[in-house]
C-alpha cells in the first residue's frame, strides 16, 4: 500500500509570467502610485479651510498649547482681526523641562504664550486633561468638550489652527466628538522641520507623514468614548 511518503517532493507546474511589457506595465503603474501619492499625500494631510472673514463670524478658535511658534503667533494674530470670540489650548501634562519652568500642562503654557503676544486671558479657555493616554488628541478634544459643557458654551462654528499633517486628523477628531451641530473647519500651518514640497527628502518628514497617515486610519476607525451626562450651565447668568 503506497503511503503520502511515497509521492514526489516536487512536481512540475505551469506558472505564468508576465512579459516583458507585462513587467513595464506593473513597474510603471507601481511607479505611478509612488508618484501619486508622493505629490497628493501632504496636501490631503495639511487641510486648508477657513472660515469667511468678518467680525465675530466664528465662536471659537482651537489650538494645542504644545504647537509651534509660529503656529501660535498665527493663531495671536487671527484673533486680533476681531473674527473669533475666544481661543480654546489644549493639552495635558507637560514633560520634565516644561514643568522646570512652572507649566503643569501644554494649555497652560499655550495660554501663557498667548497672553504673552497681546490676547487677553479673560478670552482664552484653558483645557486641562488630567492625564496622558496614547491618543492624546482625541483626550484632548474630549476635555474641551466637557469644559465648555460645564460652561454652558455651543459653539456653533469652530476653527482650528493645527501643524501641517497633524490638522486632518485633529479634525477628524472634533467633528467625532463635536457631531453635526458643531460647523468644523481646519487651517495646516506650514512644517518648521522639513520641507513640505519635498516630505520624503528627509527622516523627520518623512517620519511624520507615514506616522499621521497611520493614526489617521486607525482614529478613523477606532471608537470614540460618549461624554458623560452633563448639564450645561450658564456662567454668565444670560
Not at 509570467?17 to 508618484?35: C, D, F, H, Y
Not at 468678518?54 to 509660529?70: A, I, K, N, Q, R
Not at 479673560?122 to 465648555?148: C, H, K
Request: glycine fraction near 8%; proline fraction near 7%; aromatic fraction near 8%.
Amino acid at each position: 500500500m503506497k503511503t503520502s511518503f511515497s509521492r514526489p517532493w516536487f512536481a512540475p507546474r505551469t506558472v505564468v509570467l508576465p512579459t516583458g511589457r507585462g513587467w513595464l506595465a506593473i513597474l510603471g503603474g507601481v511607479g505611478l502610485s509612488v508618484w501619486a501619492i508622493t505629490v497628493a499625500c501632504h496636501p490631503f494631510l495639511a487641510v486648508e479651510e477657513r472660515f469667511p472673514d468678518g467680525p465675530g463670524t466664528v465662536d471659537l478658535l482651537c489650538v494645542e498649547g504644545w504647537s509651534s511658534e509660529s503656529v501660535i503667533d498665527a493663531v495671536a494674530e487671527a484673533y486680533k482681526s476681531g473674527k473669533y470670540g475666544r481661543i480654546a489650548v489644549t493639552g495635558g501634562p507637560t514633560q520634565s523641562r516644561e514643568r522646570l519652568i512652572g507649566f503643569a500642562s501644554y494649555a497652560a503654557l499655550g495660554a501663557f504664550r498667548l497672553e504673552r503676544r497681546g490676547v487677553p486671558a479673560d478670552r482664552i479657555i484653558v483645557s486641562e486633561p488630567a492625564y496622558a493616554d496614547r491618543r492624546r488628541t482625541l483626550n484632548d478634544i474630549l476635555e474641551l468638550r466637557r469644559t465648555l459643557r460645564m460652561a454652558g458654551v455651543e459653539p456653533c462654528r469652530l476653527q482650528i489652527f493645527s501643524t501641517s499633517v497633524h490638522t486632518r486628523r485633529t479634525r477628524l477628531l472634533y467633528r467625532r466628538v463635536f457631531g453635526t451641530g458643531t460647523e468644523i473647519r481646519a487651517l495646516a500651518l506650514p512644517p518648521e522641520d522639513y520641507d513640505p514640497e519635498h516630505w520624503w527628502a528627509t527622516s523627520e518628514g518623512l517620519k511624520t507623514v507615514v506616522m499621521e497617515s497611520i493614526s489617521l486610519a486607525f482614529d478613523s476607525l477606532a471608537p470614540v468614548p460618549a461624554l458623560e451626562a452633563i448639564e450645561p450651565v450658564n456662567l454668565t447668568g444670560r
